[in-house]
């Protein structure tokens, strides 16, 4: 499940490719290197997009934003990857699946870091923020919590340091508020 050959050198360690698909949540983990290309997504992820690890190994996840023009998220996204001290960004972002459905995508990103400090991995959860509905997202942001909490020693198993905050997931009032509008925009028209 390591991805391409272009890829060999980020062998995931196999109690990272189990935890990430015994996770309840839509997980996938990229390279931090060059165009941040994907190496690992989960079952979860591909029921949300479509897309599967196949079709994704190698690529970018911009691939999800087709060509809406969703400039604050992506400065967002930007400036979380070109500043490697950034220990997470979450952002709602307007995605396509592979079928061309748009959905308003509630991204969590933080970093995986080997012991020494550099950044191995990059980790982002996925979740529908389209029409959730309260209870819905509530479950999420439990299970993602749930699922940061669990991959920490699990990632530490193979020298891996999981960083990034809880507290980022816990306020996210304001950033459900901006995914409504971002939802409203794509309902009117506005963002496509």
Same mark, same amino acid.
């Given at each position: ?7 060999? &050198? ?11 698909? /015994? ?9 931090? &290197? ?7 997504? /989960? ?18 996840? $911009? ?26 960004? $979450? ?20 970093? +995986? ?6 950044? $191995? ?22 299970? +993602? ?5 669990? +991959? ?34 794509? &309902? &009117?028209?506005?963002?496509?």
């Amino acid at each position: 499940m390591a991805g391409s050959n272009d890829l060999s &050198d980020l062998t995931i360690p196999d109690e990272l490719c189990t935890f990430f698909e /015994n996770s309840p949540v839509a997980l996938a983990l990229g390279s931090p &290197d060059a165009d941040n290309p994907l190496i690992l997504v /989960n079952g979860r992820f591909a029921d949300l997009t479509g897309y599967s690890q196949k079709d994704l190994a190698g690529r970018n996840c $911009r691939i999800l934003q087709g060509a809406a023009e969703d400039h604050e998220a992506r400065a967002r996204l930007r400036a979380f990857l070109g500043d490697d001290a950034a220990a997470n960004v $979450r952002t709602p972002i307007l995605n396509f699946r592979k079928d061309g459905t748009p959905f308003v995508n509630l991204l969590y990103m933080s970093r +995986l870091r080997t012991l020494s400090g550099r950044t $191995r991995y990059i980790f982002a959860s996925q979740f529908d923020v389209s029409r959730a509905q309260p209870d819905r997202l509530r479950a999420y942001d439990s299970d +993602l919590g749930l699922t940061l909490t669990r +991959l920490s020693p699990v990632a530490a198993e193979s020298g891996i340091i999981v960083e990034g905050t809880l507290t980022t997931i816990a306020n996210s009032a304001a950033t459900i508020a901006q995914a409504r509008l971002t939802l409203a925009d794509l &309902d &009117d028209g506005a963002i496509l």
